[in-house]
Each structure stands twice: as C-alpha cells, then as structure tokens.
Nanobody, 119 residues
Framework: QVQLVESGGGLVQPGGSLRLSCAAS????????MGWYRQAPGKQRELVAVSTSSGTTNYGDSVKGRFTISRDNAKKAVYLQMNSLKPEDTAVYYC?????????????WGQGTQVTVSS
C-alpha cells in the first residue's frame, strides 16, 4: 500500500551531477529505512545508499565520497545527490523503502529511473 515514484534521472556527462528524488505515498512507520539501489545491464542489483530512521547512513564502496543520501520525513521523501559521475554509474536507480506495518516488515520498490553517464 506504499507507492514510490522516482524522478531526476537523465543523461549527464562524466564529472557532472544529478539529484534523484523519491516520493512515497501511503503509510510509512516511524521505524523505517529509505534507500537507493542500482542495476546495470548484465549485473546484479547493488546497494547505493541507505538511510535509517535512527539516523544511520550507509554507502556502497563505489559511490563513497561522491554520493549523498538525505531524507525529509515530513514529505516522506528520500534524495540522492550524485556528484563526479562516472560512466560506470550508468544504471537504473531504484528507490526502496522498508517499514514495519501490522506485525511484520514490508518492502517497497519504485519503478526505477535511468541514469546515463556518457560523453
């Protein structure tokens, strides 16, 4: 019952920047995680960044120092600022939210937004 919609993807040159947004609708418990994953053609989906409701953030090794995750709880939104983009960052980026609802954890995924880094 949670819907996630990503935006902000597109084509950018190497060294450029993009900011991705993910807006959630529906009920999200105060205990939750919000994060970003990505998947390039022929490769497994990998963690990009995750933010927990307790204030912890984690980043994949390949994006540390270049990407920054942030959230706005009032807006039920999560953002990913991507700087110094490289061609290997090209992938579909997915927003993911986990929330404790009823008696169990629920996991929700967005449809993804394409990021292409190319000259």
């Amino acid at each position: 019952q949670v819907q996630l919609v990503e935006s902000g993807g597109g084509l950018v040159q190497p060294g450029g920047s993009l900011r991705l947004s993910c807006a959630a609708s529906g009920s999200i418990n105060t205990q939750n995680t919000m994060g970003w994953y990505r998947q390039a053609p022929g490769k497994q989906r990998e963690l990009v960044a995750v933010s927990t409701s307790s204030g912890t953030t984690n980043y994949g090794d390949s994006v540390k120092g270049r990407f920054t995750i942030s959230r706005d709880n009032a807006k039920k939104a999560v953002y990913l600022q991507m700087n110094s983009l490289k061609p290997e960052d090209t992938a579909v980026y997915y927003c993911k939210v986990t929330t404790f609802i009823l008696s169990h954890w629920a996991e929700y995924w967005g449809q993804g937004t394409q990021v292409t880094v190319s000259s």
